[in-house]
Structure formats: structure tokens, C-alpha cells
């Protein structure tokens, strides 16, 4: 006859299984990204690196066809947006034309030939991360190709974020929209300065620590301020404007702004060979 | 080496591939279907609370090497889900198909919370955020899809440690 009995093993695997884990943590807290955790997490990011690059050259299209079946809606409202949008285009070609000619103009005279002399490594992007775990994306460059923790990421129009782990052949970008961001900004029109604090992915920066009596203009373009200690080359365009207010009383200003690349959508971004702190 | 190490091993590397290479493209409201989570939750289903434990922590191991939070807590927060998922499933009698599906729903909502929650408490404090439930039940509700499959994955690969121990 079977008897019941319970036993007390599964509790002490649990035990196991917690202590382990607590004990891996501390390795990894005390060593602080340098740590053995890191080597092996280094090593086994880079071990992964090739087989990782061959199942994206075989999967992708797999991705893609989720991808357009999962947003089959989205891709629906934004043909019929764009439709209309290029209507719009069509009636204000001209004063596009003008429009640009004076953006050009305002571009070159706030000096936002960003890249400017400063070496860059070309990077693509293999992998964004997901939504839990903050706003950062892994490139396929890293420690070899002379990437370096703290360099400033940019692609065609601007600011991506800055990098913040690498490994021998991959690095990890923190966006500029992951609320650990924050990114010292100067407003061209004024010169004042503020930071540009993120908040999330496929939101707007926050500008903090801009005066109420400051003027902030609608579509002003934000670039790095390359103040004395900053993170960033000065000069390189981070967000648009959005909208500016100022509370009566209110200390600073509640500035919104959209950053100038669309971080949903990279693909390739350079990581510029920059450590002038 | 026991045959079910042996597949286990295999397993968490072919999860590790198949989450970092397809299921990173599968976005609905920016987050994946999370298969190593998923891997613990069944070995719960599948092997009890101290198999589950087991199957969770060494899943949760393979998640760390490729994660950017601290290392060890998805090993801890994965192996307390496959006991946990173990422990409930000892009081269920598996009539009903829907109950694994349920349960990988709910354990892997529980899993992505208790993992913003731990994380937050070793300074991870942006895992804690407004919008983590929503995103936590869309983890859960894409994991429910996978179920099916995954558990019967892991029943395979603890029946290799049965038949091991059948033939010592």
C-alpha cells in the first residue's frame, strides 16, 4: 500500500535554488560589471554572437511576416494616413521647398554638422529590447571594433542614446527615451540649457531645469549642450520641441520634445569614437 | 551525465536561440513571447514543485547570460515560478485541456511581475512600471499560445531523467 508522505526535499531544492541565485547576485553586484559574472556574460554574448547572426538571416522574414500579420491594422491606417499625407504634400510642394531651404539655413548656422572630425564605427542593429526591461538596442560592433562604454550613438538625423556595456563583438545602447537617460541639451534660439530626461520608448523626452522666463519655440531643435563634463559632442541635434508651457509660479518650464531619429525603426546607427568628458 | 540533463541543456539552448533570433520580432505592445520563462512555468507543470525548480533556475541561468539586469535574478525569479507552478499543480487533477493554457497565463504574468519586483528591489528600480501589468498579461497571454507545445518539450526532457533513473 502506497503512503503518503511528505517530504521535505523539494524545500530544500527550492533553498538551493535560491541561494545559488542569491550568491550569483552577489557575485555580480560586487563586481560591478567587471566582475566574473561579466566575463562569462561577455563571453557568452560574444559565443552567441555568430549563431545569433545566422538565425536572424534565417528567421527574419519569419519575424516580418508576424510582424505584418500582428499590425496588419497598423500597416491599413498608416497606407491610408500616408495617402493623406501625400495629398497634403502635393499642395504645399512649394512652400516645403522654402521651408527647407530656411531649415537648411538655420542648420548650418547652429553648426549641426553633428559627426564633424570625431571617428565613427558603423554599426547595425541586431536586437531592441523589449518593452519590460527599459529602452536599449544591441549592436553587432563592439570591443573590436573599437567601441568603448560611455560613446555616443547617432544615426541620420541625430542622437540615438550612448553605449553602456560591450562585450568583444556586441554593444548595448540605452536610448535616449529610457527613463535612466538623461542628456544635457542646449536651446539654440536662446542658448539656454536644460536635460533632456526620457520617459519611455515611442514617447517624448521631458526637459527639465529650463527657466519660466526662457524662450522655447514650437519645432526648435535641442542639441547636446557638450557642456564642461558632459557625456555627449557638443552640436548634435536630440529632440524637437513639441509643446512648452509655464505654469504661474512654477520654477521651471514643462517643455516636451520628439526625438529627431526614430529609434522604432533603426537599422544602422554610428557609434562615434568620442571620450572628450 | 543523465540523458535529461543531456536534453535540458539542449532545450534551454535552442529556447535561447529561437527567443533572441524569432520571438524578439514577435512585438504586440513592445514586448515578446518569453520562452525560457515559459520553459520553467511548464517544468512546473510537467515534473511538480522541486522538478520545477529545478527546470526554472537552469532556464533562468540561460536567461541571465543574455539579459542586461543583474545576474542570477531571472535564475531566482524562475526557479521560484516552477516551484510555485509545481506546488499548484500537485492540487490540480488535469481533466480540463484549458488548465495547462491557464496556467502558463497566469504564471507568466506572475513571473514578469515577481521578476520587476525582485529586480526592483536589487536597484532595478525602472522594472517597476505603470504599464508592467498590461505588458505583463500580453507576456502571459503570448505565452499561453506556446504552452501546448513547450510543456510537451519538457515532459520529453524529464522523461529522459526517468528513464535514467530506470536504468540504474
Redesign the interface.
Known sequence: MAVYRRSS??RF??LL??L??????????RGSGFGV??T??DA??DA?AP??DA??A???P???F??GA?HYGDVEAENERLRTQLAEQDRTVLAARDSDRERRALLDQQDLDFAGDIPAVASRVV????????Q?IQLDRGRDAGVAPGMPVVAGRGLVGRVV?VSARRS?VLLVT???SSVGVRFPLSGDVGVAAGR???STVRVDLVEPDSVVARGEILVTSGLDQSAFPAGIPVAQVRAATAATGALQQDVTAEPVVDLEGLRVVKVLQWSGR | MSRGVVRLSMVLVAA??AQ???L?????????PDLLLLVAVAGGIAG???RG??V??AA?LAA??????????S??TF??VG?GV?TLQAGVIRLAWWIPLATGLAASTAG?LL??LLGSL?GQA??L?P??VG??AV?GTLNAVLVPVVVRVVFWVLSGEREHAFAR
Do not use: C, K, W
Open positions: 526535499r523539494p531544492t527550492l535554488v535560491v545559488t541565485s542569491i550568491t550569483l547576485l552577489t557575485l555580480d553586484q559574472m561579466a562569462v556574460r557568452a554574448r552567441f549563431v545569433q538565425a536572424d534565417v528567421f527574419e519569419v519575424g516580418d508576424f510582424q500582428l536586437q531592441m529590447s523589449d518593452a519590460r526591461f527599459g536599449t556595456d548595448t529610457d527613463p535612466a519611455g520608448r515611442g | 535561447l536561440v533572441h533570433s524569432v524578439v520580432n514577435i512585438r504586440v505592445a513592445g514586448v515578446s511538480g514543485r522541486e525548480a529545478v526554472g533556475f533562468g541571465d547570460l543574455l539579459a542586461q539586469t543583474p545576474f542570477g535574478l535564475s531566482l526557479g521560484l516551484y509545481g514578469v521578476y520587476a536589487l525602472h522594472l512600471r504599464e508592467l505588458l505583463a507576456v
